[in-house]
């Protein structure tokens, strides 16, 4: 039974609902009871396995791409998960794109300019680094990035609603057009960041990744907070669904995404095509000839 | 000790030398002795977790960048030499790009414009599996694909050499400003390469991968060998070495390419960088301001 190219979020209890019903006060930052770490990793890897075989039938089967893509604030876990999940797939057919502060020549473009030239092509997976959500979650929290973007008019109430339609009708489109999209919020609580900061701080390994303006966001907590549940709420639907993980224990975090992609990708019904009889014969006079060599 | 921006490739016997010496009949095919199928591959794994190791000092240290280039004749090992030797690095700051015949976009520019597309930024490891050097091995097997090129003028017996110099002073230029290039050669004997054939038409599962085309230009084979034999000879330079790998062991070749790229890696010295006075002051200072918090 193959998939058809519509396809749906399979059920999860860290789904974000599609009716604007997600509270982000109410999701969990943390797992809901004792974890052994060793277990969780060792469950994080079976999963990585099945992902590389799956991704080989994505390939062989052509007709879907997988988009996924990750957001958290700072310290919630974005580069170690997109390590430990896809460490061990097969890099041909695989691509992570990070998206940072925008270049001159891409705000002279659509905000999803930058974003449709990194889709990753119809039979791999591609990894989003923060993504076209920083217009919704960054640009509101700090609205004086939207003057570098020179539009040529807006109203600040009115923008943001703007900008969750251009995102819901952009991500329809990709679906209707076989690029499943699958995004995590990594949901970091303010004293988990702040125990990841020290340690960035006091480890000298880590120091190449502090930033010392990372501190003061903090102040902007419930700003940002208010951000991701709108951001969710507006563009979580069943062909491009939004799921909010628990990112204070990172080896619990991990596993849930690796479970999350392995159940997406095994959700699309790809297989190793099969050939045609006429094919089949072509292959037995190809085998003919190549004995006579 | 921190290497330079110019680099040189670390001898081995299976480098390609710079003064045009590389016969192509005299470059084994298989390895020097008879091999333990898992003993190599266990060897291969541990060079992979190395190259793993020292992506993330690459990435941290952002000086270099590493290229990868992968050529050989249909069934030489290119797909299953990428897919084993860098699965287990990390995915993101790796990539890997496929080069098919050039599209008509592609066309209307000169060869080099859709390679330099795909360059990696500095800090990480590209892969190109298959590469410019199309231009020079099939492309002068089949000069009627110049036809397609629509070329001012020029003349057949002249247009080799002027490739092989714009590719080495294109490939000069990337080395001095920090992209290392390295050029595997995979080469497989005709006899190993009908072996492969008929597995691919004997074994429904890779029937996908099989294109009837390829046994004809088995009939080409003394043609490649001499366009290989002069690309080798004309490119092969200290900061953009090819090595010939023998390729009828599939893991025999796998650990030779495994082991060249951790020596690669491991010779340019990078590490993780450390932090300077001040920015350790300012650390301190963030420190302190987290704390209250």
Redesign the interface.
């Given at each position: 039974m193959k998939a058809d190219r519509k396809w749906s979020a399979p059920p999860s209890e860290l789904l974000v609902p599609f009716d604007g019903s997600f509270r982000v006060a109410d999701a969990p930052t943390r797992p809901p009871g004792p974890v052994d770490k060793a277990d969780l990793k060792k469950r994080q890897r079976e999963h990585t396995r099945t992902i590389?075989d799956l991704q080989r039938k994505l390939y062989?089967d052509d007709r879907f791409a997988a988009l996924f893509v990750f957001q958290a604030l700072d310290a919630g876990g974005k580069?170690g998960t997109?390590?430990n999940v896809?460490?061990?797939?097969?890099?041909?057919?695989?691509?992570?794109s990070?998206f940072k502060a925008p270049s001159d020549e891409e705000l002279d473009h659509d905000f999803l300019w930058r974003i449709a030239r990194r889709l990753p092509e119809r039979g791999r997976i591609g990894?989003f680094?923060r993504s076209h959500y920083e217009e919704v979650l960054v640009v509101r929290v700090h609205p004086e990035f939207l003057e570098r973007q020179r539009l040529p008019r807006y109203e600040l109430d009115a923008i943001w609603a703007e900008r969750y339609e251009s995102i819901r009708t952009f991500e329809k489109h990709l679906a209707d057009n076989g690029t499943i999209i699958v995004k995590f919020f990594l949901n970091v609580s303010l004293a988990q960041q702040?125990h990841r900061?020290?340690r960035r701080?006091?480890k000298?390994?880590k120091?190449?990744k502090?930033n010392?303006g990372d501190?003061r966001e903090?102040k902007r907590w419930p700003e940002y907070m208010r951000a991701f549940e709108d951001a969710l709420n507006e563009t979580s639907r069943p062909w491009a669904p939004w799921y909010a993980i628990p990112a204070d224990s990172k080896p619990y975090m991990r596993l849930q995404v690796a479970r999350i992609v392995r159940e997406t990708l095994e959700s699309l019904g790809v297989d190793?095509?099969?050939?045609d009889d006429e094919?089949?014969a072509?292959?037995?006079?190809?085998?003919a000839?190549?004995e006579t060599?």
């Open positions: 590389y062989a580069d997109i390590r896809f460490t061990g797939v097969n890099p041909a057919g695989f691509q992570v990070s990894v680094n702040k900061f020290l701080i006091d000298p390994s120091n190449w502090f010392s501190v903090r190793f095509p099969e050939i094919a089949r072509a292959l037995a006079k190809c085998r000839e190549l060599q």
